[in-house]
C-alpha cells in the first residue's frame, strides 16, 4: 500500500554519519537534493508525453458547463 | 461501524474532441456512452426508469415548480439521450454536456474508491471503444473546470436520517466543507470562474460556489446542496448531495474526503457535534483557503477567534477521535480507525511541510509537479505550460495522463490493485441492492426492460404488462439476500415467480 512512502534512498556511508550529527536543517538540505535529483528525472518522463503545442491546447480546452 | 453508511459518487467528465475544440459536447457524449454500451451490453438495453426521480424536490420541505426551474435542472425527462445501467450497478448517461458516471451504491469509503475507480476505466474503454468507428478520437478528463468560466461536477451522495434535522447539517457541514479542501482539493492553475488571475489554488471547484444553501446544481452553486431525492424511503432516509467536492484522481484524496464526510454526517445524526465550528463569510473563505497552498489564511470565528483551515480540521478530526473512542472503544472497525489514522497523518503533515503529502493527496502532488517545472524552465503562473500540466494530470489515459504517470513512476500512494479495479468494472457489491440490479443486468439482459436506483422492471413472458421490482431499501438485494436465489434461477421469469410467491 505504502509504495513511495519515502523518497528512495541511495545514501553512503558518509552521508548517513553526518545524518547522525547535523541538526534539523542538514537535514531538510539533503532531502531537498535527493527531492531535486528525482525530480529531474521525472519532469524527464512528463516532457516526453506533455502535449505538443501547450498554448494551443489550452486554449482549445472549451467545455459547457455541468452540475 | 462510523464510516459505513450507504453512499456513492458521480463523476461529470470534461469531454474533448481530438482536433475539434467546437465540436458538439452532447454529441461526443451520446457517441462514448453508446459505444460503451455497443461494445459491453451485447443484448437489448435495459432504459432508465425515471418514476422515482424528483430533482426539484427541496430538503427544506417544498417543490420548486417546473416552471420556475433552469431547463438544466430537468434531469428527469429521458431527452434521447444516451443512458445505460451496467452489470456493476452503476449508470453511465449523458448529463447535460458530459458523461457522466454515477457509481453504484456502497456502504464505505474503500469500496467508493473502488467503484470510482472503476468508472475512470470504464470512461477510457467507452473512448477506446468510441475510437475504433474512424470518428476522430474522444479524450476525457477527470476535472471539475476548463479554466473559461465553466464548471462540472464530481458529487457524493450519502444516505442519511430523515430525522436529522437539516439545519443542523447545515451548521456544521458548512466549516467543514470550507475547510476539507487542504485535503481533498485536486489542485488548479488559474484564480476566479474563468482563470483570469494566474497563480495556483488548492481546489478546482472552490470559485464556482456562491451562495451557502441552495436547491441549484449549475448556477449560483451553493455549498450545501438541499436536492433531495432519497432513492430510499422518503419516511426514513433523506439522500445528502454533495456537490462541492472536486473529482479526485489520487485514491488516498478521495478516501478521505468520503471518510471524514461519513464521520462528520455520523456525528451529526446522533447529535454529537454541539460545538460552535461555524466561520464567518463561508463562501469568500472557501475561496479564500483555496487560494491559499501555503495553508496559512486565517479563518475569522465570531468573537474575533481566528484558524486556519488544518486547524479547523484538527478540530473536527479530535471530535471525531472522541466520538469512535466513545461509542466504539476498541470495538471500532478497522475501516473507520484507518480513516481516523490517515486524516490525523495527512493534518500533521500539511502542517508541517505540505509537500510531505505530495504522494497521497491530488493538489500536493500537482503542486509539486507545477513548481518543480516553475524551477527547472523559469515560468511564471500565466505560463501555457503550467496550465497544460493542470488539464493533463487528469487525461483518463495511462499512456498521457500526468497522474498516471506519477503512479506508474510510484510516485502516488494507493489503497487498490488493478486486477480489484478490473473486477469493480463489472461486478456490483456484494452488500447493496446494486448486486440485484447489476446481477439481474448480467444474467437475465433480454428481460430487463429498465432499472434505476429504486428499481428492476422486467419483461417477462405470459406477462402482458412490465412487472417492476421495486429496490427502496439501499440494503436489501444484496448477496446475502438475494445472491443464491438468482445462481439457482435460470431465468427472469423464474425468479421473478420465486419474489412474488
Given amino acids: 500500500m505504502a509504495q513511495e512512502h519515502k523518497q528512495p534512498r541511495k545514501s553512503t556511508e558518509a552521508e548517513e554519519s553526518v545524518e547522525e550529527t547535523t541538526a534539523v536543517e542538514g537535514g531538510v538540505a539533503e532531502r531537498k537534493e535527493k ?6 528525472a521525472i519532469l524527464d518522463e512528463i516532457d516526453d508525453v506533455l502535449e505538443v503545442n501547450a498554448e494551443d491546447f489550452v486554449k482549445s480546452f472549451i467545455q459547457k458547463g455541468g452540475q | 461501524m462510523t464510516v459505513r453508511r450507504i453512499m456513492g459518487t458521480e463523476t461529470e467528465f470534461g469531454i474533448s474532441v481530438v482536433g475539434q475544440p467546437h465540436a458538439n459536447p452532447m454529441v461526443a457524449s451520446t457517441r462514448l456512452v453508446n459505444a460503451y454500451a455497443s461494445a459491453e451490453l451485447h443484448v437489448r438495453r435495459a432504459r432508465w426508469d425515471f418514476e422515482e426521480e424528483s430533482p426539484l424536490r427541496d430538503a427544506r420541505g417544498f417543490d420548486l415548480a417546473r416552471e420556475a426551474a433552469d431547463p438544466s435542472q430537468l434531469t428527469d425527462e429521458d431527452l434521447g439521450l444516451a443512458n445505460v445501467i451496467l452489470t456493476n450497478g452503476a449508470r453511465l448517461y449523458v448529463d447535460h454536456a458530459h458523461p457522466e458516471y454515477s457509481s453504484p451504491e456502497v456502504t464505505n469509503p474503500l469500496d467508493a474508491v473502488l467503484w470510482d475507480k472503476a468508472g475512470e476505466q470504464v470512461a477510457l474503454d467507452a473512448c477506446r471503444f468510441a475510437s475504433v468507428t474512424g470518428e476522430p478520437d474522444i479524450v476525457l478528463y477527470k476535472n471539475n473546470t476548463d479554466n473559461k468560466g465553466a464548471s462540472y461536477g464530481a458529487h457524493e451522495n450519502y444516505l442519511m436520517k430523515r430525522s436529522t434535522p437539516f439545519g443542523d447539517i447545515v451548521r456544521h457541514l458548512i466549516p467543514f466543507f470550507v475547510s476539507r479542501q487542504v485535503v481533498c482539493g485536486a489542485g488548479r492553475v488559474g484564480i476566479g470562474q474563468d482563470g483570469r488571475e494566474h497563480g495556483f489554488q488548492i481546489a478546482q ?87 491559499d497552498p501555503t495553508l496559512t489564511h486565517l479563518l475569522e470565528r465570531e468573537g474575533g477567534k481566528t484558524l486556519t483551515a488544518v486547524q479547523l480540521q484538527w478540530e ?45 493527496l491530488d493538489w500536493v502532488a500537482k503542486l509539486r509537479l507545477l513548481e518543480s517545472y516553475r524551477e527547472r524552465d523559469g515560468l511564471d503562473w500565466d505560463d501555457a505550460k503550467l496550465h497544460l500540466i493542470d488539464l493533463q494530470y487528469a487525461d483518463l489515459r495511462p499512456e498521457k495522463g500526468l497522474y498516471h504517470r506519477l503512479l506508474r513512476l510510484g510516485r502516488m500512494e494507493r489503497l487498490l ?34 432499472a434505476s436506483w429504486d428499481s428492476v422492471i422486467f419483461d417477462l413472458p405470459g406477462h402482458d404488462s412490465l412487472q417492476r421490482v421495486p429496490t427502496i431499501d439501499p440494503l436489501r438485494g444484496s448477496k446475502a439476500h438475494v445472491g443464491e436465489l438468482i445462481d439457482r434461477s435460470d431465468t427472469a421469469l423464474a425468479l421473478f415467480s420465486a419474489l412474488t410467491r
Fill in chain 2, 316 to 360: 473536527y478530526l479530535h471530535l471525531a477521535a472522541a466520538y469512535v473512542a466513545d461509542r466504539y472503544g476498541a470495538d471500532v472497525d478497522p475501516q473507520t480507525a484507518d480513516v481516523l489514522a490517515r486524516w490525523e497523518s495527512v493534518l500533521t503533515r500539511l502542517e508541517r511541510d505540505p509537500f510531505e503529502c505530495a504522494t497521497e
Fill in chain 2, 417 to 450: 490493485d488493478d486486477g480489484a479495479v478490473t473486477a469493480a468494472m463489472h461486478e456490483p457489491p456484494d452488500d447493496t441492492r446494486a448486486y440485484f440490479r447489476g446481477r439481474c443486468l448480467e444474467k437475465y439482459p433480454d428481460s430487463v426492460a429498465a
Fill in chain 2, 205 to 291: 471547484r472552490s470559485d464556482f460556489f456562491e451562495v451557502e444553501v441552495g436547491l441549484e446544481t449549475t448556477l449560483k452553486r451553493p455549498i450545501i446542496n438541499t436536492r433531495d431525492e432519497p432513492h430510499a424511503d422518503p419516511e426514513k432516509s433523506r439522500r445528502l448531495h454533495v456537490i462541492i467536492g472536486d473529482a479526485n484522481l489520487s485514491e488516498i484524496s478521495t478516501y478521505l474526503k468520503v471518510g471524514t464526510t461519513a464521520l462528520v454526517l455520523d456525528m451529526i445524526e446522533n447529535g454529537y457535534l454541539t460545538t460552535e465550528l461555524t466561520v464567518a463569510n463561508s463562501v469568500a473563505s472557501l475561496r479564500a483557503v483555496s487560494h
Fill in chain 1, 35 to 40: 527531492l531535486d535529483e528525482d525530480i529531474d
